[in-house]
């Protein structure tokens, strides 16, 4: 694939885009300096166009480098020589809420042919809009995952699904790329190990939501395991130096020995009823921070959410870490479960609403021929 764009205006851009290739394990053929001569120029550009079979064009406010002797620039000749080709064409275009330096902007006979080349764009192609390289970024790895699916035909998300992971993008493009990477390796049919790696990242969409909605994160307890590990050593100091134990049982007035475990124990238990209630209290503050409505919901379907996420988060860690067996339509039941609570938040639609977006989704792909 190429990378097509101009250079001194979008350093930040260009660099989001190489490594949204690379998470995707495809190489971008990028033009970052001009050769020394407007012929060596174009010859160069023109050979990352011939041996790329994706185009990604992405537009600013500059016009950008025309050669000696021509009347279009370097980018505007690339772009027409990937139409020419046939090749996809993948285009993104700054929207006109992105934040801008003047430096940024090009001005007199550039400005009026940017202008004009960027309407060819948006009417031969289907076009992005972007608000900054993060959202970019984002865009860039939704795009080009239809190219690297698991298997034969392309990968595809459903309306739902698309729905979702724009609304995760828009809160920040590394939850969308977290949703997106675990549905396409879901995918991956001849993965043996798909399900743990597909839980794996669900497990850290859910855990990092906290951070992008300002919820305050929780300290990670040490381990279950880790706690009765150390309440098992000091029972067994227990039962080594007190005069109480006898045999199999416990008899007699508590000396200080037993004391201090029975303290232990306390001690563990207030903990872990602690720790239950302070991950009860940061689901629930999750929840109520994906809600735009900010609508207190009655206490006892809260309840059942907290429940349901909760049933999720479990699930889907027991799964990445291979401590849970699970099957694909288990695993498939979870994954709608999740979904379902994140597009009840963050794009609330009705089962019609998605019907229409899958049906639009198709027209679009089937009347795209360019």
Not at 130 to 142: K, R, W
Not at 274 to 295: F, N
Not at 340 to 364: K, M, N, Q, V, Y
Request: charged share 25%; with cysteine.
């Amino acid at each position: 694939m190429v990378v097509s764009s101009t250079v001194l205006d979008l350093p930040v851009h260009r660099e989001k885009i190489r490594d949204a290739c690379l998470k995707l394990r495809l190489f971008p053929l990028m033009m970052e300096h001009l050769p020394a001569t407007s012929a060596d120029a174009i010859r160069e550009s023109r050979r990352l166009v011939n041996e790329a079979n994706i185009y990604v064009g992405v537009f600013a406010h500059r016009y950008g480098f025309v050669p000696e002797g021509q009347e279009i620039s370097i980018t505007e000749m690339e772009y027409n020589l990937a139409k020419e080709r046939g090749i996809d064409r993948l285009s993104f275009v700054m929207a006109d809420d992105h934040p801008i330096v003047i430096g940024d902007v090009e001005f007199g006979t550039g400005a009026d042919k940017i202008i004009a080349f960027k309407n060819r764009v948006l009417d031969e192609t289907v076009v992005n809009f972007f608000t900054s390289p993060e959202q970019l970024s984002a865009s860039v790895i939704f795009s080009l995952s239809q190219y690297v699916g698991p298997s034969s035909e392309s990968f595809r998300l459903d309306g739902a699904q698309r729905e979702l992971y724009e609304a995760l993008v828009a809160l920040n493009s590394e939850l969308g790329i977290m949703y997106l990477g675990g549905l396409m390796t879901l995918g991956q049919v001849n993965n043996p190990d798909r399900l743990a790696q597909a839980a794996h990242g669900l497990r850290e969409l859910m855990e990092k939501l906290a951070k992008y909605i300002d919820v305050p994160t929780v300290n990670k307890p040490p381990s279950l395991k880790e706690r009765v590990r150390v309440l098992a050593e000091r029972r067994e100091i227990a039962i080594r130096n007190s005069g109480n134990r006898d045999g199999s049982k416990w008899l007699g007035e508590i000396d200080g020995h037993l004391q201090r475990f029975l303290s232990e124990s306390d001690e563990f238990f207030d903990q872990f009823a602690s720790d239950y209630v302070t991950r009860r209290r940061q689901t629930a503050e999750i929840l109520r921070g994906l809600d735009p409505s900010a609508t207190p919901l009655p206490e006892q379907l809260e309840e059942l959410n907290i429940a349901k996420w909760r049933q999720c988060n479990d699930y889907f860690q027991g799964v990445s870490h291979h401590t849970r067996a699970t099957v694909e339509d288990e695993f498939g039941m979870h994954l709608s479960e999740l979904e379902t609570l994140l597009l009840d938040r963050l794009a609330p639609h009705t089962s019609e609403d998605f019907a229409i977006i899958d049906e639009l989704i198709r027209e679009g792909e089937a009347g795209d021929t360019t």
